[in-house]
């Protein structure tokens, strides 16, 4: 979601700023815009559209001053435009703003009733005016912080500086991540990581309802009662501070082609390859009667392969819901559930209320996340991480594999803790689990095929996905990807299903993507494929080696390497992830940052 930066230095931090919001680039956004205390009072550049076009507002009409703040926007209150982009300002002070501010209507009314004149439609301008108003009543800039965060409802992390406080960027956060970042003669907030990392990795991260006043040598945190507090400095492995996409063309080619690596790294958790099991520390199963899972997106997809494959190994009840329906059905749960959050930033919002509503209940809770200090991360019983690194890509691939890593992993240890498998079982699984690395390798060997195929598909107005089994929840992913790499219309679809109403859709110019490894369910999969050859449907067929020899002669085949049926997800979810990168590049979509999309989706 959006992007934030403050930075209180000794030297102008224009650069700086922009430098960070190149950074934040990958959380998705539709504007940006940075202002600063130049002189003692306030200035800012703002700009819609792609980072670029503000640095050459900035070029054109540069910004002086050692203290300021910088948004990346993501619409939600308001179109895309440069009235509308972030700093927002009121008589003294600047606001950049990450979340929705719920009640932002009656406060606005009020504010308009006594005086105040607003330029955009945001909810985040309120918060301008509102702290603008407290100063005005003579609050000291803390208290003015301070008073209008008691009256925000919804989820922010705030950025603020005040006109004459050439010292001094605030901040807060309540149900969006803000860090601290601590430098030499200079301090920082922001988004996360990521957006220090350029300066520093040592941080603070703030927990729920924390505020933070920072000036160039040290930072005082306050709890949402105002208490004095001290929170927990952190040292950031480089990986999480400098990024690059090296040789690759986009971010997603490169976190593709890493998944090898972080596969191997997740496996190295989670698996102990000497003695043929999952490490002792995954997860005790004693007392876990169901599986409660919760996620969005990709994640949700992910969780998916783990019922099937949850269930089909240790024989443990799952369900699996969209977190953002999740509690507001008032669904019924018994003390022996464990509610596993899927996330891969940890700060997706749905989810996490997902997690926090079961807390409150007395369950217990696990996180599978990918950024390991995230408030999932923090806020959960159990946490289960996965090592993918950085993924700066707003669509997931690294971080997808790496959950199902997990995902397989727990499958495993639960069917050994509950005596579903023996030990000799166990270890025919984990070599298994342990080839996904290098198959995955073998999968990428693919990529040409998957570019020309790319080059046929990509003036398509529509595609379906099909599969049964793992490979179902596959194919809604494939359809996903798709989506939103290139904006074209997909579905995925249990194969079976097709006859019960989407193969109505089946013509001569739909494509038909069918994933078909060769294991229990390939010949069922193969009468649902003829079923679209007989109405003219243009069929790709994803499979293996023995599926290759035995398909149609009416279907283009790619064969990919033949593996154990435990791990076809993740040999599956290459070529599908090469088919919606190849067609948006094809058609020149921006396929690391799509129109619409952000990476931490941390409003609901």
């Known amino acids: 979601m959006c992007g934030i930066i403050g930075i209180v230095a000794s030297s102008n931090v224009s650069g700086q700023l922009l430098e960070s919001l190149q950074r934040l680039e990958y959380r998705g956004y539709d504007s940006a815009g940075i202002a600063t205390l130049s002189n003692g009072e306030l200035d800012r550049r703002r700009a819609k559209g792609k980072l670029q076009a503000l640095i050459d507002v900035v070029s054109t009409s540069p910004l002086e001053g050692q203290v300021g703040i910088g948004h990346t926007r993501w619409a939600t209150h308001g179109a895309p435009s440069a009235i509308n982009a972030h700093p927002h300002l009121s008589g003294r002070v600047a606001v950049v703003h990450n979340g929705i501010i719920e009640n932002y209507v009656a406060l606005k009314a009020d504010l308009m009733a006594s005086g105040h004149v607003f330029e955009s439609d945001t909810d985040t301008e309120v918060v301008a005016h509102m702290i603008e108003a407290a100063l005005a009543s003579g609050a000291a800039p803390l208290e003015a912080l301070k008073s209008t965060l008691d009256r925000l409802e919804g989820a922010y992390a705030l950025a603020v500086i005040v006109e004459g406080e050439n010292d001094l960027v605030m901040g807060a956060r309540r149900g969006s991540p803000l860090v601290v970042g601590y430098g030499d003669g200079e301090m920082f907030i922001g988004s996360d990581a990521l957006a220090v990392g350029p300066f520093t990795n040592r941080i603070t991260y703030l927990e729920e309802g ?14 949402a009662e105002g208490n004095s507090v001290e929170r927990a400095k952190h040292t950031v492995a480089s990986s999480a501070v400098l990024v690059e996409k090296g040789n690759y063309r986009h971010f997603m080619e ?151 890593v997990v995902l397989i992993s727990l499958a495993i240890a639960g069917a050994r803790q509950r005596g579903r498998i023996d030990v000799a079982t166990e270890r025919r699984y984990v070599r298994e689990l342990l080839e996904a690395p290098r198959l995955i390798a073998q999968t990428l060997s693919i990529e040409r095929q998957i570019a020309n195929l790319a080059q046929d ?31 074209i219309h997909a579905e995925g679809c249990a194969a079976g299903e097709m006859k019960h109403g989407p193969i109505s859709l089946i013509d ?97």
């Open 457 to 487: 598909l990509m003036r398509s107005c529509d595609m379906l996905f099909l599969g049964r089994g793992v490979m179902y929840p596959m194919a809604m992913e494939g359809a996903l990807k798709l989506k939103e790499s290139s904006y």
């Open 210 to 223: 924390d505020y933070v006043a920072i000036n160039r040598e040290s930072a005082r945190i306050f709890d």
């Open 508 to 604: 001569d110019v739909t494509p038909v993507v069918v994933l078909a490894p060769s294991d229990e369910l390939f010949d069922k999969t193969m009468s649902n494929l003829r079923e679209v050859i007989a109405r003219s449907g243009p069929v790709t067929m994803i499979t293996d080696a023995e599926g290759a020899a035995r398909a149609p002669s009416e279907v283009r085949v790619i064969i990919v390497p033949t593996g154990p049926k435990l791990i076809n997800a993740l040999i599956y979810a290459v070529p599908l992830q090469l088919i919606a990168y190849h067609i948006g590049v094809c058609k020149g979509t921006d396929v690391d940052q799509p129109r619409n999309l952000a990476k931490s989706v941390t409003v609901e």
């Open 254 to 404: 490169k976190e593709i082609h890493e998944q090898p690596d972080s596969s191997q790294h997740t496996l190295a958790r989670y698996i102990d390859p000497v003695a043929g099991s999952p490490s002792e520390h995954i997860l005790d199963f004693t007392g876990i009667s169901r599986l409660q899972v919760v996620a969005c997106g990709t994640a949700y997809y992910a969780g998916l392969v783990g019922k099937y494959l949850i269930e089909d190994i240790a024989g443990i009840p799952v369900d699996i819901e969209i977190a953002s329906e999740f509690r507001y059905r008032n669904p019924v749960m018994d003390p022996g559930t464990l509610t596993v959050a899927i996330s891969q930033s940890g700060e997706t919002a749905d989810t996490l209320a997902a997690l926090r509503w079961c807390k409150e209940r007395g369950l217990r809770t696990a996180a599978i996340v990918n950024a390991h200090q995230s408030t999932m991360a923090r806020e959960a019983d159990i946490v289960l991480g996965t090592y993918a690194g950085p993924e700066i890509c707003v669509l997931s691939t690294k971080a997808f594999t790496a959950q199902i």
